[in-house]
């Protein structure tokens, strides 16, 4: 399970970790957009565009559809889940050692300024 988590991770955090799919990830929030759309905002190639977008699906961040010859892309909330799940189990386990840290000082004679 935890091996899946951070495989699952990586790949979400690679995938955002890149300023043109950032963009992509950013404008789709606004709505479905089609390749030809996003590669026009990039100001990059439709091929380079459809690479984005197979990171982005294979992190779970985006999926798409195909209708005659119009691919159009969406959010895909998994991956996004997936993310923050992760992130709220790292802020969970440093907010108790921090806890702990506080306990522990709060239990440590205090010293008199001289």
Sequence with gaps: MLKHDAEVADR?????AD?????VIERLTRGPATV???AAQLGVT???????LRVL???????SEKVGRVRT???????LRNAE???QRRR???EHRLDRLGAVLDDQPKESGS
């Excluded at 979400?12 to 955002?16: D, Y």
């Excluded at 300023?19 to 963009?23: E, K, L, P, S, V």
């Design 19 to 23: 300023a043109n799919r950032r963009a």
């Design 36 to 38: 030809s759309e996003l």
């Design 57 to 63: 699906q294979d992190s779970e961040l985006v999926r």
């Design 85 to 87: 799940a992760w992130l």
């Design 46 to 52: 439709v091929a380079a565009t459809v690479q984005h």
């Design 73 to 79: 892309c969406q959010i895909d909330p998994a991956g």
């Design 92 to 94: 969970t386990a440093w």
């Design 12 to 16: 979400v955090f690679h995938a955002l």
